[in-house]
């Protein structure tokens, strides 16, 4: 029988942090956040291989929708063939970073070195998806801490572009990030897992977005918004993959269909008109993404039943339906009134919105 | 033993502020017929409700200030309500210190004397600013309702001139509720 793998206690919590990471085991990775501790300069070879044991992990955890919580895609291994996922040094500087290194901010270079990190995470080499993927995890397991809004900060974070696809809301400001490697190969396959999780999450930050009450908070959020859907869509269209595109309208159908407007409801009537006006329009991104699925899907009637590309649009079309023409009018109409030069507010509703 | 002497410091200020504010949006109209002689038909509507009109856009300048400028081709709308004003402040700040130190006290108080000037500015500039918004905002609403009125107007023509297109306009009826019927023979 083979004798079990040594390793030194810390490096044991970089590997329980990688697995919690993996499986979606939001709290208990929480819980280890809370108390940082120093880690040696180096892993050992075992301390290595078990991390890529737990590495090895996450493509089955995100087929298992166990990850992120989202729900087992249907038929998914049906469509595709498994394939590997790459990391590369980014994501050990990440379990790093989450173990060490955010004690060490604000630190002298000495207490930095003392706890075996880096105090920021920089972004020195393209992610590999593998890194992107922990990334996102990371982000989704410290959601609601400061460690996520210390995290969204890092360099390394903002230069991947699946964190930004899943967290536009936390990172803020226009995104610089390329999407075209989720649209293609086992990043289209991540981005078709994450689809539900990610549908979800845009929900939820439009209906927060109700509630926000200082503008310039709102322009900062629609910037980012857009800048990323813009960026996912057009690079989803040049893939040919207009379809990992459709978390945009399972956001949007629920909140069109029950007529719960973006339209930010509490800004602060002391600021200028001027930021308030740019709040407006800011907060219809989404409703932004839902006209370009409407332009897409008016391309789509018109492919006739003998060209190349039918079977697609027919499938874009059956897509389309979840949010349908009228409920895309309604966006239009939403988003006309965002534009429109505005009107001296009233006490507004007392209601609440409850959660889709 | 040192003595002690009383520093007081006097300064004051004279500011001209600026504080503006504006909005834009589009205008909503219907495509009854093309774009070009649809701003066409809201130029001689806007025209008639004292906006000047230079090329594709027609501007009015208010005696308060308030600039609206209408963009014929893009069909939108601008509103800006600025405003110039003089601000003068003083403050006298005083201090009792030992003579030796009284060369930094003065500086020190000349200091503190010049941040409770540029507070108290800084006050008063951000209440100017919330009352050009404010006094914005009614405006804001006033121009709206004139706008949807000229848009209406200017969409009751492009109906008419549409209608006379399709036939001999017979009749042509716009109730108090602005619903137009127009009988055309064809």
Redesign the interface.
């Known amino acids: 029988m083979a004798e079990p793998a040594r390793v030194a206690a810390s490096e044991a919590d970089l590997i329980a942090l990688a697995r919690g990471l993996v499986a979606g085991q939001g709290a208990e990775v929480r819980a280890m956040l809370r108390r940082p501790r120093a880690l040696p300069r180096m892993i050992s070879p075992a301390c290595a291989r078990l991390l890529g044991d737990a590495l090895a992990q996450v493509w089955p955890a995100l087929w298992r929708g166990g990850a992120t919580g989202a729900g087992r895609p249907a038929r998914f291994w049906q469509d595709h063939a498994p394939v590997g996922l790459a990391f590369s040094v980014a994501t050990l500087q990440l379990l790093r970073w989450l173990l060490a290194g955010r004690a060490v901010a604000g630190k002298p270079d000495a207490a930095a070195a003392a706890l075996g990190a880096a105090a920021a995470l920089a972004s020195e080499l393209p992610l590999t998806l593998g890194d992107q993927v922990m990334v996102y995890l990371a982000l989704d397991a410290t959601a609601g801490t400061a460690v996520q809004g210390e995290l969204a900060a890092q360099p390394l974070v903002r230069s991947a572009a699946l964190a930004w696809l899943g967290f536009a809301d936390r990172l803020g400001g226009p995104t610089g990030c390329e999407f075209d490697l989720l649209c293609r190969g086992a990043g289209a396959i991540v981005v078709e897992v994450l689809a539900p999780a990610l549908a979800r999450r845009w929900r939820t930050v439009e209906l927060d977005k109700r509630g926000i009450a200082a503008p310039d908070a709102l322009i900062a959020l629609g910037a980012a918004q857009d800048s990323v859907l813009g960026g996912f869509m057009s690079a989803c269209d040049r893939s040919g993959r207009r379809d990992l595109a459709g978390f945009v309208l399972d956001a949007a159908a629920p909140l069109v269909h029950r007529a719960i407007a973006p339209l930010p409801l509490a800004l602060d009537p002391s600021a200028t008109l001027a930021s308030r006006g740019a709040a407006r329009l800011a907060a219809g991104a989404l409703l932004r993404g839902v006209a370009t699925w409407a332009a897409w899907d008016r391309a789509h009637r018109g492919v006739r039943f003998i060209d190349d590309d039918y079977p697609t649009a027919q499938r874009l079309l059956a897509r389309f339906e979840a949010i349908s023409p009228a409920g895309a009018a309604r966006a239009e109409a939403w988003l006309t009134e965002l534009a429109a030069l505005p009107t001296v507010p009233g006490p507004g509703p007392a209601g609440t919105v409850d959660a889709l | 033993m040192s003595r002690a002497i009383q520093v007081r410091v006097s300064e004051s200020v004279t500011r001209t502020v600026h504080v503006e ?6 205008l ?1 109209m219907l495509p009854i017929l093309p774009p070009a002689r649809m701003a066409e038909l809201l130029a001689h509507e806007l025209v008639a409700r004292g906006f000047v009109r230079d090329g594709a856009r027609c501007t009015r300048s208010e005696p308060d200030g308030l600039e609206v400028t209408i963009d014929l081709e893009a069909a939108t ?1 601008a ?1 800006a309500l600025g405003a110039d004003v003089q601000l003068d402040d003083a403050v006298e700040l005083a201090v009792a210190v030992a003579v030796e130190s009284h060369e930094r006290a003065e500086a020190a108080l000349r200091d503190d004397a010049r941040q409770v000037l540029d507070d108290r500015l800084a006050a008063r500039t951000a209440a100017l ?2 009352a050009v ?1 404010a006094r ?3 405006k ?2 006033e ?2 309702r004139e ?1 949807d009125a000229a848009i209406g107007r200017a969409t009751v023509a492009a109906l008419t001139e549409k209608a006379a297109q399709l036939g001999r306009i017979e009749e042509t009826h716009l109730d108090e509720a602005g619903n137009l019927t127009i009988r055309v023979r064809l």
């Open positions: 504010d504006g909005v834009a949006a589009p909503e709308v509103v600013q919330g918004t914005l905002e009614a804001v609403a121009l709206k706008l």
